[in-house]
């Protein structure tokens, strides 16, 4: 099912969180944002700059093209 | 050498275009941008929003994954 790059990026940042054992709190730590945006981000309600996208895959530990490659297969 | 994502996602998108042998006019129109935009972001001078970097990539027919590893290659 295709969702909206939106919703498929958080759902994305959401698993790579979870995996890492981290709460939105913590990710928001490690990213320098506030946790109510890395909530926003999960639900899929922000369409994040690529510095933040950078800032959020370090933080997972997860390079962008396995961020984005999890998406691609999900959305096929 | 490790340069800014917004200077090495400009890189990316230069040489995709290029690849395809398109134009930043071209390349515009395919996206809904303006070349100046295409232009500026080639340059590194644009921190991208996800839903424009998922227009800019549809319009390559290069998936975001392939993109990003790109990118990571040439950082590393």
Redesign the interface.
Known sequence: MERS??IA?GDAVRDARVNHGYSQEELADLCGMHRTYISDIERGLR?????N??KISAALDT????L??Q??TENA
């Open positions: 790059i939106q990026f369409n994040v700059s690529l510095e996208i950078e390079p962008l093209s396995v984005f490659e998406i691609e």
